[in-house]
Each structure stands twice: as C-alpha cells, then as structure tokens.
C-alpha cells in the first residue's frame, strides 16, 4: 500500500473512534473498560503482521451532528440502489430530478454524487463510472464522496426498473421524517427561550411544515381530458347563491361610509341561519366567523341586533356565527399579511365555512398595498383556506378612481368582485342606499349579474332592505354622447367635442347600444333633443364619473 493509502486508512480510524468518544459524551457514559487495553494493545509501537489486506471500498462519512442524538431516519440501501440505478441507466435521471433534491439523501457522499450526476446531464453529457469519477476527481470532491471504489460498489447488485418509483418514494419518505425532527427541534428551541409566545411558535411550526421535503412528490398531477372529465369530483356548492361558492373567493368593496359592513353582516347573517338576503340565497345553514378590524364593538352590536330583529330565520346554534371585534381583544386584532396573524385567526375558524374579513386596510398592516408582492401572503393564504373548504369574503375600500384601493393582484384569485357605489342623486340624509354593480362573476351570468339598487331603512322591527332597477342617470356625459352619436358623430368627433379619450367615448357608445337607447334613424330624432346641452366643464364631468 502507499503512504497515501495508509493515510486514507488512519483517517477512517480516527473518524471511527471520533464518532463513538462522541456518541459516550453524548449519552453521558464512560469509556469501556477494554478501550484503553485495546488502545495500548494497537500503540505506536506496533506494526502490522504480514502482508496488509486490499483497501476496502471507502464507506461515505456519516452526519455525525445529527446522529448524535439517535437514530436517523434514513436507508441508506435504497440511497446507493438509486444512485447505482442512475449510474447505469441515465433516462431514469429525468424521474429523479422530479421528485427528488440533493439535500434528500442523508449521506453527504450521497448528496455530492446527485448533485454531479444531474449536473452533467443538464449539460447532455453522459453518466457512468468512468465520467462521473474524472469529473469528480476534476473538481477534487472524488475522495470526498468515498473514491472511485466507493462509486463502482453502487452498481453491486442494482436491479434495473423501468421506474425508481419505490426507492424514490423510500428516500423521500426518510428526508420528510428528517425534515420533521429538525422541525420539532427548532419550535422547542424557540419555545424555550425567554418571551417566547404560543402564537409565534405555532406561526413557525406552520411554516416549516410548509417545506416541500414534507411532501412525498413535488411533482404535478398531469391527467388527460377524458381522465379529468371522468373523475368522480363532489359537485361545488353555494354559501351565498349565487355570488358566493364553496372553496369560493369574494371581495366586496366601496368608497367609505357607503355601508358594506352593514351589507357582508346582513349576508354572513344569511349564510349562518340559512335564509336569504336581496337577490342571494344560502341553501343552508353554515358556519360563519366574522372579523372586524375598525368598528366600535358597540357599533357592531347595534348593527347585529338590528339585522337579527328583522330577520325571519334565526340561527340554529349561537355558535354559527361568532365576530372579533378589536374592543375585546387584549392587543387589538392580528395582522392577516403575517403568519403569526393567520395562525391567530385559524385558531377561532372552529369548523367555519366562511370567513369573512372586515377589512383590508385594517387587518394589513405590512407592506405597501399598491405592491402586487404584498398582497402574496394573504393571497397564499386564501388559498390554503380554499383547499381547507373555507370561503373568504375579503370587504375592501375604493380608491379615489372608483375601483378598487391599492394593486389590482388582489381580483386575480376572486371569484366574483363586487362594488357599491352611491347613486348620482343620493343624498346623506337617505341613509344607506347604493347600487350593487358586479365586476367580476366567475359563476354566474344573466339576470344574476345586472346590477341592482338597494336601500336600508332602520325601525323598531330591525332593518328593512328594498330594492329596485339602478339609478339611468347615474353618468353624467351619457346624454351628452347619445345626443352626438344621434348627429352621426363619429367616435373621434364625439371625444373631441367632450374633451374626454376615444376609449372613453368607444366605451359610453358600447353602453348605449347595449341599452338601446341609439335609434336607428338620427333624422327623426325633434332639434331640441340632437343639440347637446353641455351644462357642465367635460373635465369636471370625466372626473366625477371617474371618482
């Protein structure tokens, strides 16, 4: 043997008795009493008898850190039979980087191995023993993962498959097994130092556990049309027939003091007691959690005593509909953007259908609400909440433009939008009144999605809700457009005579056909209806509307 090789050989001892003096330290043992014969026995003054044996291959070093504190889970068979397999077969690497990351295999050796084996075939260069061990001993890791004996010993008795299916599933199963105790490890570590809080260690449990080693495939699902067409899948139902599904995603939102709090309590009242409110049924009786993040809590009691009071079905349990409300909350309500918020809030779901969050800009309060990226947390969220088989009805406030405040990301996920505006001729004294306009209706058409006006009255028996055809004035250049479309105005010389944008103009004369109010022969429209009285700046008018 060469010096060199005796040198590989002294190292191997020395990281054997490293392990087992630390494996005693751990357990708190002493050393065994045949240790330091054995010791002296084997000194520096002896040598070897006779010829020394053939260098076996070099075994891959263990995790020393984490075996320490016991057994690991992992297999190291299925590891080598799967790093052979790929040796020998390269159309089976494809398989593998599906569902499998270096940092899977327990074994550092192992992990080297993987991670050169996918990266030479990134690149269209073949796989094998001879290959694989120049590119390792080229980059100087070829003694670091065992030697090239250590490589040839993983082809030693490898069945080929035509697929790595059960070994994969094997190293996958041990890497998530890994992945929990090192989870388990840092939630009792942090639960442990001083100001530690349930709610925080519960956020961070939920995050790990969101690690993809947890998951025995990070590969998606792929099914043919007849395949998907064929599954037997439970039919989607309604919370709120029809603006509101199971698993659905709603926003209702509106300029302030308009009365969507009102309105998302009227209808979480509907979707507890299994009753109907406006146009919008709820076929049965859910549960409902309402959290409200601006409104006095007697605010909300007078506004519940009202919508109860007047409503015909009263609710079969009391815990069908449960509300947080900030004045009884210690250290006021969470922030939703966070996971330590979210956690808070799954907390009180307690088999809840629908959650319904009162609103936005109250209960997020991390971020810039015009960034798309801020709004990922809550969105991720949602969906979680989505595949839990919740419903979320988000109640949001309107920008100075009409639409919706902040990034428009947030209608990306929804299934149906809706917004409240106040009437053209509303007047504050009316008390709520609004029209109801959809903006988005994923699941639903027709007569369901015309818009609608409703109006509040509040009296000795609660509330009283009523509803008719929307305001027709309720844009102020409308007259103005039909009037000079009626004059044969073309679409560039009606924008020009308003001082507003062809868009602007394309759009009113879309509406106008839609509602039929151009009439086919401009000729017999009376003089005093084709000129066009203008009472108003056209700036001023596009800015109203707008607003």
Not at 49 to 71: C, F, I, K, M, Y
Not at 172 to 183: D, F, T, V, Y
Not at 362 to 380: C, K, T
Request: proline share 7%.
């Amino acid at each position: 043997m060469t010096t060199h090789d005796w040198a590989s050989l002294a190292g191997l001892f020395d990281e054997m008795f490293s392990l087992r003096s630390l494996r005693r330290r751990a357990s708190g043992g002493a050393a065994s009493p045949a240790a330091p014969a054995a010791a002296a026995a084997g000194g520096a003054g002896s040598t070897p008898s006779g010829p020394p044996a053939a260098r076996p291959a070099r075994p891959p070093l263990r995790d020393v850190q984490n075996e320490l504190a016991g057994e690991v889970p992992y297999n190291e068979s299925a590891e080598r039979a799967l790093l052979g397999s790929l040796l020998l077969e390269n159309r089976l690497i494809a398989e593998a980087t599906q569902h499998l990351l270096a940092e899977d295999f327990h074994l550092p050796a192992h992990r080297g191995i993987f991670r050169r084996i996918v990266a030479m075939d990134a690149v269209g260069q073949p796989v094998d023993l001879v290959t694989l061990s120049e590119e390792l001993r080229r980059r100087n890791q070829l003694e670091e993962i065992g030697g090239a004996a250590y490589l040839c010993s993983l082809t030693e008795g490898v069945v080929l498959r035509d697929s790595l299916g059960p070994y994969l599933r094997i190293v996958r199963q041990k890497s998530g097994l890994r992945q929990l105790m090192r989870a388990a490890e840092s939630v009792s570590f942090n639960a442990r130092q001083p100001g530690a809080t349930l709610e925080e260690c519960r956020a961070l449990w939920m995050a790990l556990l969101d690690d993809r080693r947890l998951q025995l495939s990070n590969r998606l699902r792929c099914c043919e049309a007849e395949e998907l067409i064929g599954l037997q899948l439970p039919p989607r139902g309604m919370v709120l027939d029809p603006v509101l599904p199971t698993q659905g995603l709603c926003m209702l939102y509106s300029p302030r003091g308009v009365g969507k709090t009102y309105i998302a309590l009227a209808m979480a009242w509907a979707v507890a007691s299994g009753s109907s409110f406006l146009r919008w049924r709820a076929p049965q009786p859910r549960k409902v959690l309402f959290v409200d993040g601006e409104l006095p809590a007697t605010t909300l009691q007078e506004r519940l005593a009202a919508i109860r009071g007047a409503s015909a079905q009263q609710l079969p349990t009391h815990s069908n509909l449960r509300l947080i409300t900030p004045d009884l909350q210690e250290f006021g309500v969470p922030d939703v953007s966070t996971r330590a918020g979210q956690a808070l809030i799954e907390n009180e779901l307690a088999g809840a259908e629908l959650l319904v969050l009162d609103n936005l800009s109250a209960l997020i309060r991390s971020g810039n609400e015009n960034e798309g990226e801020s709004w990922m947390p809550v969105a991720e969220w949602a969906l979680r909440l989505r595949q839990r088989g919740i419903s979320v009805l988000f109640l949001h406030h309107a920008g100075k433009s009409g639409a919706q405040r902040g990034t428009s990301r947030r209608e990306d996920l929804l299934d149906t939008v809706i917004a409240l505006k106040h009437p053209s001729d509303y007047c504050p004294i009316e008390g709520l009144r609004c029209v109801v306009r959809f903006e988005k209706a994923r699941n639903f058409h027709g007569d369901s999605a015309q818009p609608f006006e409703l109006a509040m009255k509040c009296g000795e028996g609660g509330t009283q809700w009523s509803i008719c055809a929307p305001t027709p004035d309720a844009d102020p250049l409308l007259a103005a457009v039909a009037s000079l479309a009626r004059l044969g105005k073309s679409v560039r010389e009606v924008a020009a005579e308003l001082g507003i944008s062809p868009t602007a103009a394309h759009r009113r004369l879309r509406q106008l056909r839609m509602q039929q109010e151009l009439l086919e022969e401009p000729a017999a429209l009376p003089p005093e209806e084709v000129t066009p009285a203008l009472p108003f700046d056209p700036a001023e008018a596009e800015q109203a509307l707008s607003a």
